[in-house]
Nanobody, 128 residues
Framework: QSQLVESGGGQVQPGGSLSLSCTTS????????IGWFRQAPGKEREGVAC????????YYDDSVKGRFTSFRDNAKNTIWLQLNSLEPEDTAVYYC?????????????????????WGRGTQVTVSA
C-alpha cells in the first residue's frame, strides 16, 4: 500500500521556522516528483513547492519563494520542506503528494494536478 505521511507541523510565532517531513512507503520514490500543498480554512488547496524526482530541482510558488526550501533523500524515502520567516498567512494544513515527474510549475499551479498519492496533512499555525 502506497503511503505518504507528513510530520513536523505545529504552532510558531511570526518570523519563526518549522521543518516538515514527508515519509513515503509502498512505492519507489526515485520515480516520483513530490508536491507540497497547503489548504487554509475556506480556501482552495494551493501548491507551494514541487520537487523533481531524482534531484533537488524545485519550483516554488511566489508566495513562499526565498522563505521555503524543499529537498529530498530518496535513499531515506523522505522529502523535507523547511519553512522560514513564517507569516500568519502561512497557517494551513500542509500536504505532500506524489506523481510521475512532469513540468514542475504545471504540477504546482492550478488547476489542481492529478497526483497519484496524497498524505493526510500536518497543521501549521503561525500566530503571536
Amino acid at each position: 500500500q502506497s503511503q505518504l505521511v507528513e510530520s513536523g507541523g505545529g504552532q510558531v510565532q511570526p518570523g519563526g521556522s518549522l521543518s516538515l517531513s514527508c515519509t513515503t512507503s509502498g512505492f519507489s520514490l526515485e520515480y516520483y516528483a513530490i508536491g507540497w500543498f497547503r489548504q487554509a480554512p475556506g480556501k482552495e488547496r494551493e501548491g507551494v513547492a514541487c520537487i523533481n524526482d531524482r534531484d533537488n530541482r524545485t519550483y516554488y510558488d511566489d508566495s513562499v519563494k526565498g522563505r521555503f526550501t524543499s529537498f529530498r533523500d530518496n535513499a531515506k524515502n523522505t522529502i523535507w520542506l523547511q519553512l522560514n520567516s513564517l507569516e500568519p498567512e502561512d497557517t494551513a494544513v500542509y500536504y505532500c503528494a506524489a506523481a510521475p515527474p512532469d513540468d514542475l510549475q504545471a504540477m504546482c499551479e492550478p488547476p489542481l494536478y492529478e497526483f497519484d498519492f496524497w498524505g493526510r496533512g500536518t497543521q501549521v499555525t503561525v500566530s503571536a
